[in-house]
């Protein structure tokens, strides 16, 4: 039977499943809807029903699983997961050990994004780079030196809660002024709604209910002026983020996903612009603001390679 | 004879050369006083003439030095120096391996400090920490997994270049509001006469042109309001920068060196406390905020480290 690795990416709202070659060439794929009040039993149950079903054809040596939260790399633990509530201090490696009986690993997503990045994707060759994962959270994962960056304590790349100002709107982790609590999807739409009521735009013309980041993205292109300015105000948030970050850590890349990196040009033009004016020279030239490769299939590819790579 | 390893810390101000054995105890330790306006050729001179000397009671196996600027470690090469203006694009390995004919290596002298603190100072142990030089200007050094971490082109750690404001004061780098413009040596003691003509505070006694921020940490440890204000502003503006570092890095320790940071506990308390309250959880639970063990010596030490670990 052909050797394979099973790669897992639980989210708030989906859980993916692939089944990968050592090229890290999907051989399965499947997505299974959740709801954030699913808990660890339910998804074991799921995984293990795939796992078993997969094995009649392949032999997969290990399964690796990324999840949106704080993870503990070495014991494969879960502290806490962002929108998911039953998920507090779950010894989830042990779960899927008596589950599935292959070697097990578990990380965070934004981590496993990074890693998909780096070697498959706008990371490839990179030493140095930052995911960021711009959607209604801001998460990041961090290569340094190639390899996932993981601090002393796995709690790493809070690029979301870099405080750009302490007068700020009151962020989901308990500060004030975040990155995140300007730039998550719906603090985008928030401010989107808020600003468009006292202004000229052919977005007026959509019902206000109905009105996506994507209407924005249009109408930017279509020279709307509200709307370029809208994308140039997120960009002037990101950079004053990630100023201290790119001097700090001299990247040769930032890769950007995520829902609101759907924006593309329209929020990666002014971003450029700006962090080319407001970081420091040499570090300024060396990074480039790059669109993430893999879309919603980064996490899972990352789990995969993963389970490949840390087989001894 | 005896193995040894000569270490050079070339600053602003000072020229040390220190010889170290195989421990890293020093064997010899000398101090010149340069100006701005030397040039590379008459340190050069310097540094031959003790390296003669010295050679003749030791086996000087190697010379490393380190230099306050944007230093190609990999090359030796000088890009730019902050306080000395003859230094641009210098080759400097060159020069010196033909002053002295054994193996060479250059680096910024943050860096060294940051090692010097790491393997025998305040971080000793810490696979992730953080040096701050706090004097005339705000440089960094970062150990990340163990190792210096360099980026992509040797210019990392630029922890006085994170900006705080837009509307912030110019400074030197050519930006507005970077920590380096509030909490540089100079700027303190602009800061400090500004505030003070209108305050009522123990430092009124003192004739202003005499001022140094070393009244102000005695004062405030007398219990003058206006001196432990003081601290506590600069304690807010250190956290505003370094925080975004603490969740981006989930650093084990802050090392904090140079001039400024002999206020010692009038700001490192505050400091302290505004980080545990800022940064996220995990991240201010991890990380420790300690002085710099070594003084003055850090880089040369630092230096005489670079230059024995390196040696194949």
Redesign the interface.
């Given at each position: 039977m052909k050797s394979s690795y099973m790669g897992v990416d639980i989210g708030g709202t989906n859980l993916k499943i692939g089944l990968f070659d050592r090229e890290l060439k999907f051989l399965d794929f499947n997505t299974y809807a959740l709801n954030g009040e699913i808990t660890p039993g339910d998804v074991i149950l799921i995984i293990k029903d795939r796992f078993e079903v997969l094995s009649k054809k392949y032999h997969i040596k290990s399964l690796a699983c990324g999840l949106p939260g704080?993870i503990d790399y070495e014991r494969g633990y879960i502290?806490s997961l962002t929108n998911l509530v039953n998920w507090d201090d779950v010894d989830f490696k042990k779960m899927l050990v008596e589950a599935v009986g292959v070697p097990i690993f578990i990380d965070n997503d934004v981590n496993l994004a990074a890693l998909a990045e780096y070697h498959f994707g706008s990371g490839k060759g990179c030493?140095?780079m930052l995911m960021v994962a711009l959607g209604t959270g801001v998460g990041?994962g961090?290569i340094?030196?190639g390899?996932v960056?993981?601090?002393?304590?796995?709690?790493?790349?809070?690029?979301g809660?870099?405080?750009l100002s302490?007068k700020g709107p009151k962020c989901s982790?308990g500060?004030r002024g975040c990155l995140e609590s300007y730039v998550g999807n719906r603090r985008l739409i928030g401010y989107l709604k808020r600003r468009l009521k006292y202004s000229k735009s052919i977005l007026n013309k959509i019902d206000f209910t109905e009105l996506k980041l994507e209407d924005v993205t249009r109408a930017a292109i279509l020279g709307d002026k509200f709307s370029i300015e809208f994308w140039d105000y997120a960009a002037s948030k990101l950079t004053?983020?990630l100023?201290?970050?790119v001097?700090?850590?001299?990247?040769?890349k930032i890769v950007i996903g995520g829902g609101v990196s759907n924006a593309g040009e329209s929020l990666f033009k002014p971003l450029r612009g700006y962090l080319k004016e407001?970081a420091?020279d040499?570090?300024a030239k060396?990074v480039k603001i790059v669109k993430a490769r893999f879309k919603d299939r980064s996490g899972v590819i990352g789990a995969g390679l993963l389970g490949r790579d840390n087989l001894i």
């Open positions: 704080l502290h030493s140095n990041g961090l340094l030196n390899e960056y993981r601090g002393c304590n796995n709690a790493v790349a809070e690029v809660h870099i405080q302490t982790c500060n004053q983020a100023v201290g970050v001097n700090v850590l001299n990247l040769e407001q420091m040499i570090q060396s």
